[in-house]
Every structure is written in C-alpha cells, then in structure tokens.
C-alpha cells in the first residue's frame, strides 16, 4: 500500500513538474510564446475566421509592421460585425495559423476599398492604429470574434509583417509554480516509496488528565516499527540523597511523580550488560 | 493543520482555473444587437445633430442620424418649419432612457427598441434604431408615443438579456402574426364599415382618421380618395402573452381630384398648407403621409390595441 502510494505520488510529481517545466519554457519569464515577425504578401487586408480564436481567456498580441510609415490598423470584433464590414472587400481569410508558424489561407475577391475608415466604426473589442506599426494586445472574449488587418487610407498593406504571441494570465507563475510543487510531489513520492518516516515519532505523548492539565502523565513508549530505530524509555527518581534510582512507568505515575529532565542519548555504543 | 492548507490549495487551484484559457464552445457568429452603453451613445448622437438641424431650420443633418420613414416625417416636419418659418417643437434636456430591448442577431441589419421618456412633454416615445451595416452608425427609424397611460407589455426573455424577435408565423393558432396585424390594421383604417375594422380596437387616432376621411368624401365638386398600405415588418418583439409587439409602418395618400371653379385649402400653418406652398388644391393633387404604429398583437386573438403612434406629411403632389 505505501509502496504504491509512493509511486503514485511520483508519478504525478514527475509529471507535474515536467508540464510545468515545458510550459514554463516555453512562455519564459513575459508570459508569452512569440512567433515572428513572419512576411504576409497582400496588397488587400486580412481577416482571420473564427476557428482560428476559438480560445477563450488566451492573451493575444498582433504586431503589424508596414514599411515606410504607411499607416496600418489591428482590430479585434466580433465576426457579425467585421464580416459584414470586410464582406464586399478583396481579402485574405486566414483558416488558420499553425505553429509556429504554417498559415493557411484563401483569398477572395472583391472590392478594393472598405466602406468606412475602420478607426471611425465603434463597434471593435480592440483595436489599435499607427504609423509603421500597430500593436493590439487583448484578451480573447467569450464570443465569436475575428481579427482583421487593415490599411488605413489611401495605403495597402504591401510589405506587411505579422508578430504573434499568445500568452496565459500569469503563465509564467502557475507554470513555475507548477513546476516547484510537481517537485516536491515527486520527492514526497520517493521518501513515501521508501519507507523513510515524514515525522519524528513521539516518545511521550500527553494524555488528558482532568484533575492537573499542566502535569504531564507518564504513559507506556509507543510501540516502533519494524523497520524503525527502536527506542527505550527509562525513568529515574533522584532522591533527596541525590541517589537515582530506576522505576518503572507505573510507579511514576501513581506516585505522581513529575518529569524535570529529559535526557536523550542516541546511538550511544552501550557495552554489553552495562546499564545506561 | 493539514486542512486548512488543503482547504488554501483548492481554493487556489479553483480560483486559478476561473482564469485558465479554454476553448469556445459553440462558434456560431452572434452578437447582442447593442449593449445599453450603444444606445446611450446613439441616444447622445442623436441628440447633438438634432439640436444643430432644429436651430438651423434645416433637416439635412438628420440624415446622418435618422433613417426610413422617421427621416420622411422629420423631414417634412422641418420644411413645414422652414416655409412658416417657426422654430421646431421645444425638446425636453433630459430624456430618461427607460430600457433597452436588444434581440440577439447573427447577421446585420441589427435594431434594437428603447422606450424613452420625456418628461417635459409627459409623453414615452419607443424608439426604434437600426444599423443597416456595420460601416454605418445606429439610426433612428421609428419612435411613436405612447397613447394616453398606454404601459408596453412584458417581452419574452432571450439568453444573455435579449428580447425574443417575433417570427412571420402565426404565434397561435388564434393570434395574427405580426405582418398580418399590420396589413389588418391598415385596412380598417380605410373605414369603419371595413371588415377588419371589428379585429382592431378602435382608439382616437382610427377615429380621426376614419372622420377625416369622412368629412373629405362630403366634400362638395371633390372627389376623394384615401389608401393606406402597411409596410413590411420587420421590427416585430415576442410579448409574455404568446402574443408580438410589432411596429407598423402604414403609408397613407390622400388624393384629391377637384371640379374645376373650385379649391380644396386648409388652414394657415398646417403642413398640409406648407407642403402645397401656402395653396391648396384646384385641379387634382395628392399628399403622402407616413405613419407609424405601435400595435399590440395579443396571443389570444383578441382585438389588436395601438399602444402608440407618430405621423406626418412627407411629400405632395400637385397637378
């Protein structure tokens, strides 16, 4: 039963801390994984389905860069909005990304220019516009949403390179975390295994006495195991004399006898027939 | 000791799983048609350009922010204004948005309902708004006041607070469906001897009505005509009864052919007056209203009740 509970608790501990450990490493100590910059050849937008978001509660970065300080816009919204926004508009529809980086995508035709300036329309989760770059960074709500890219005026978006990075809130903590208690679940496991005792076991041991509380009473040493160091117990009474004299645990308790000194002698070497 | 360390540990890994990424689960693109913080916006919007278009007698700006037949009636409200040259009606500073009723839509058009008070005229005026696309900004497309004390029935309850769009069937096997009580409702305005005048209660706008196009057909050397078409519905609610709240909007013309010596003029400063350019009617003409009505359709097929109404003159024509 131990053995088993030990190897069980080894187990988990191992891979706990491994699973912690990979995390761990792969988010590093910003909480990301990040993936680019990767070159996207377009001269229209692009604009992700929304399988491929289809996490909740996932930290998500997108840097979009465009040479020459061509403006360029990075909005997250919900897929009824942004597909009627982009419906009519050339684009490219990303299925989905791969990892770490695989994209997979069609193009469709259409207009060339959108409707309205994406920086007017009120309805993105997120967004963020900007000369050269763009940085969104959110949290993935729970609700269908895309990501579009868009250029912003007159521009296209010829010469765009995408960052990515995904993260967990405080991964970097939970991971460690992770790591650090699937350790001590791993070591527990081995001492289980092994038979080596978690505490101390107690040699005296108080029991309720309802006429004197503070008065320790003497009781019988607690059996050892097997296996463990096997312990004596003796009691001396010193008298007024100053002579010691052995008596057994009975005496001192019906003599109500109080324990002033505890004496422990480990491993001594006790010659054969000498008393301690 | 132990416990509650282990108590600590599940709370934490509880706790910490609330913020664990998971996957989405159903992934059909849907949205609450507006939150109320759009309809405050929308409201504000509105409000602001209505302000600049009345203090300039002019009603180009409202098409930035009125849509359909509101913008018809608007429109014509602010030419009538303009030709008798009178300031637009004293709006109330404070409107109190009493609810917001936004059905969950997985395509646009999106349009949302919003009963609002105003208190400096006592009167709630249910507000309709529409997106027509998402490059577009919210619209008002309707807002007709209530009746009297008229109170707006209880509206089925959809998922995440939304109001339940009432479909173009039947709800019942008793109940008209919400196109259905529009065109009924339209055609027993056409006159209280109407058969569809028995499935409507009527109430004094169908009275004014039915009399005024009473008092026209006795006009002497005139011969007088009036039809009234209901327009496709497409705002309609699911009320708690098994029965819709549905909004109607009825187009009305009122054609005029006059014997020749004779003149059909109305009184100065109306809007019929104004639309005619300050004349009246001598050969033939006709003028177009837009309407709209706030029709309860119970699910018991009980008479449908107007809860509420707003119209105008939107345009003439004049041989």
Not at chain 1, 42 to 65: K, N
Not at chain 1, 150 to 175: C, I, K, M, N, Q
């Amino acid at each position: 039963m131990r053995t088993r509970l030990g190897l069980a608790t080894l187990v988990v501990g191992v891979l706990l801390a491994a699973l912690g450990g990979a995390v761990t490493a792969l988010l590093g100590p910003d909480g990301r994984y990040v993936t680019g910059p990767h070159e996207v050849r377009t001269d229209s937008l692009v604009v992700t389905r929304p399988a491929v978001l289809d996490w909740q509660g996932l930290e998500l970065d997108v840097l979009a860069e465009l040479p020459a300080e061509k403006p360029v816009f990075v909005g997250l919204g919900n897929a009824v909005d942004v597909e009627d926004y982009v419906g009519q508009t050339r684009r490219i529809v990303v299925d989905g990304v791969g990892r770490p980086w695989d994209p997979s995508y069609e193009e469709v035709d259409g207009g060339a220019n959108l409707d309205a300036s994406p920086v007017s329309l009120d309805w993105w989760l997120a967004a963020e516009a900007g000369l050269g770059a763009a940085h969104l960074s959110t949290t993935l709500p729970d609700e269908t949403v895309e990501v579009a890219i868009l250029p912003v005026g007159e521009a296209d978006l010829t010469g765009l390179r995408v960052s990515l990075a995904y993260g967990v809130p405080h991964g970097f903590a939970w991971s460690l975390g992770a790591l650090l208690l699937g350790l001590g679940l791993a070591l527990l496991g081995v001492l289980v295994w092994r038979g080596v005792p978690l505490r101390p076991e107690p040699a005296l041991v108080w029991l309720d006495d309802e006429d004197d509380e503070d008065e320790p009473a003497v009781a019988a040493p607690v059996p050892a195991a097997d296996d463990a160091v096997e312990e004596q117990v003796v009691y001396v009474l010193v008298d007024d004399d100053g002579t010691e004299h052995e008596i057994t645990a009975e005496e001192a308790a019906a003599a109500g006898y109080e324990v002033v000194e505890e004496v422990v002698v480990e491993d001594a070497p006790t010659p054969e027939g000498e008393p301690r | 000791m132990r416990r509650p360390l282990l108590v600590l540990l599940a709370a934490t890994l509880l706790l910490s799983a609330c913020t664990v990424p998971r996957p989405k689960g159903d992934q059909a693109a849907e949205k609450v048609a507006a939150t109320p913080a759009d309809a405050r916006r929308a409201l504000a919007q509105y409000e602001e350009v209505l302000s600049v278009a009345a203090e300039a007698l002019d009603a180009k700006p409202l098409a930035a922010v009125e849509a359909g037949s509101m913008l018809d009636i608007d429109t014509g409200t602010f030419e009538v204004a303009q030709q008798l040259q009178q300031k637009g009606e004293q709006r109330s500073e404070d409107l109190r948005i009493l609810d917001v009723h936004a059905p969950m839509r997985n395509a646009y058009p999106l349009w949302f309902v919003m009963p609002v008070d105003d208190p400096g005229r006592d009167r709630v005026r249910v507000q309709v708004w529409r997106r027509e696309r998402a490059a577009e900004p919210w619209k008002l497309v309707a807002a007709p006041e209530t009746v009297g004390d008229a109170d707006l029935p209880e509206l089925v309850e959809g998922e995440q607070g939304t109001v339940v769009v009432a479909g173009r069937e039947k709800p019942s096997r008793l109940g008209l469906s919400p196109q259905e009580a529009a065109d009924t409702y339209a055609a027993a305005l056409a006159g209280r001897e109407a058969p569809e005048a028995q499935l409507i209660v009527p109430d004094a706008f169908v009275e004014q009505m039915w009399t005024t196009a009473e008092s026209n057909g006795r006009l002497a050397g005139v011969r007088f005509r009036q039809e009234w078409r209901a327009e496709n519905v497409d705002v309609a609610l699911r009320t708690r009864d098994g029965g819709s709240l549905v909004l109607a909007t009825l187009s009305r013309r009122d054609t005029y052919r006059v014997a020749a010596g004779r003149q059909v003029t109305w009184p100065g400063g109306s809007p019929q007056q104004a639309f005619l350019d300050g004349g009246g009617i001598s050969s033939s003409g006709t003028l177009r209203y837009a309407h709209q009505v706030l029709l309860l359709v119970p699910g018991d097929g009980s008479p449908v009740v107007a809860l509420g109404q707003l119209g105008g003159v939107t345009g003439a024509d004049v041989r």
